[in-house]
């Protein structure tokens, strides 16, 4: 049984108050969804962005995702319908709510993950190996690819055997990232400890007081310890 947490924190330096990622999980039966959104900080709506982009995908998989198989095709698909449907609901006026976007589902066997722009989600398989899913490479003078941008395409990864999945937006990056690589001295640590909600606030609050967090910040995780979730916004 996989279980599933995660928390949020916003930035330090807000002017407009208000945290901008969104992020949920849940699941079908045996198959899980992870979603987390990242709202573009000089937009005025993203918050709303991000918050439709992860229910939108909710709803998608609830309706319908589920029953696919867990490939990469699968979640490229969800995330296409799901920039397809973001660009129909606000219309002219998308740029306004534009947010970074990763999704992965997993069975206990399976997994698959689809990202646009800088959040990620990283995947441990029972080898001992990790699968990074990011986008970075349209980043320039701070700036990055959009859900909403135009043009932009999935960066998709798919694997077998999971054992623990996470997914984030790049606020997390100045503390789990070295040199752009995964870094493995964080994340063994993130495995070997963390198994419910209060361990992801307790690391922000470490980050916090060490002036690492810089932006708002998400992290939900997924470990194969522990029992089933229901469906959580965060």
Not at 129 to 137: C, E
Request: aromatic letters at 12%.
């Amino acid at each position: 049984m996989w279980n599933v947490f995660g928390a949020s924190y916003p930035s330090p330096y807000h002017t407009h108050g208000e945290n901008q990622d969104y992020s949920g999980f849940t699941q079908v039966g045996d198959v899980h969804l992870i979603v987390v959104a990242d709202g573009a900080g000089s937009c005025p709506l993203s918050r709303v962005g991000a918050e439709y982009a992860v229910n939108r995908t909710i709803s998608l998989f609830k309706s319908d995702y589920h029953m696919r198989d867990v490939t990469g095709d699968t979640v490229s698909a969800l995330t296409t319908q799901v920039r397809a449907d973001f660009l129909e609901t606000f219309g002219e006026d998308h740029k306004a709510y534009s947010c970074t976007f990763t999704v992965t589902m997993f069975t206990e066997r399976r997994w698959a993950a689809a990202t646009i722009g800088d959040a990620f989600s990283i995947v441990f398989d029972a080898t001992g190996g990790y699968t990074y899913v990011s986008d970075d490479s349209g980043e320039y003078v701070n700036e990055t690819v959009f859900l909403n941008s135009k043009g932009a395409s999935p960066t998709v990864a798919d694997g077998d055997d999971p054992v623990f999945i996470a997914a984030a937006t790049d606020g997390l990056k100045n503390v789990a990232l070295e040199n752009n690589v995964p870094f493995t001295g964080f994340w063994g640590g993130v495995q070997e400890v963390f198994t419910e909600q209060a361990h992801v606030e307790q690391l922000f609050t470490d980050m916090a007081a060490k002036s690492r967090v810089m932006d708002d910040t998400t992290l939900v995780c997924a470990t194969v310890r522990g029992g089933g979730n229901d469906e959580t916004h965060c």
